[in-house]
């Protein structure tokens, strides 16, 4: 490898004598031919810039202004459309808005007043499990009758079976009572 490339060194490093016509042209072509190319590449980069420009490089002063004048029109009609266009749309928001919070004012409303009659009806249930114990703190305590004692009695033998851990129903069952007299009974003691 090394004798071919000391050998094209030395053919290269040594004139020759061809003398022919074609040989002693050439360095003249290859210049010609870059000349040509540079010309090629500088034209095209000019028509770019001239279509960049809108096409009318020749075009005098006051022309070049109305152009322009017309073209600022244009934008402005298109920026004028754009603008009454995004207008309606806002427009159109706000009424879906206020539409809506309307409608959820008067939810919010409907659900004040169902909260409202809840706690009413809420107290007024209070007030009718709960005995009234200001009418015997008035008077003095009166002889019981037979009936308030076997009543006392039932109620004693109820809560001493619920504490014991017999179910309601059992305890209905072994009594001989309702069940739901039960219940009532034990909601009471827990009231």
Do not use: C, W
């Not at 040594?14 to 050439?26: C, K, N, R, W």
């Not at 006051?62 to 309606?88: C, G, H, M, P």
């Not at 706690?119 to 003095?140: C, I, K, M, V």
């Amino acid at each position: 490898m090394r004798a071919m490339l000391q050998e094209t060194e030395q053919s290269l490093g040594e004139p020759q004598d061809s003398g022919s016509p074609v040989v002693e042209a050439l360095p003249m072509f290859l210049m010609l031919a870059g000349v040509v190319m540079l010309i090629v590449v500088l034209m095209g980069n000019i028509k770019k810039k001239s279509k960049r420009r809108g096409n009318t490089p020749d075009l005098e002063p006051r022309e070049r202004i109305e152009a322009i004048r017309k073209q600022a029109n244009e934008s402005r009609t298109v920026l004028d459309s754009r603008t009454a266009e995004t207008a309606a749309l806002v427009r159109e928001m706000t009424a879906l808005l206020d539409n809506r919070s309307e409608k959820l004012e008067i939810l919010i409303q409907q659900a004040d007043e169902r909260i409202t009659r809840l706690e009413r009806l809420s107290q007024e249930a209070e007030q009718r499990l709960t005995p009234r114990h200001s009418e015997t703190n008035t008077t003095p305590e009166t002889p019981r009758s037979e009936s308030t004692l076997a009543s006392d009695a039932l109620r004693q033998q109820i809560y001493d079976l619920a504490d014991q851990g017999h179910a309601t129903n059992e305890i209905a069952q072994r009594l001989g009572q309702h069940a739901g007299k039960v219940e009532l009974i034990l909601a009471l003691r827990r009231a």
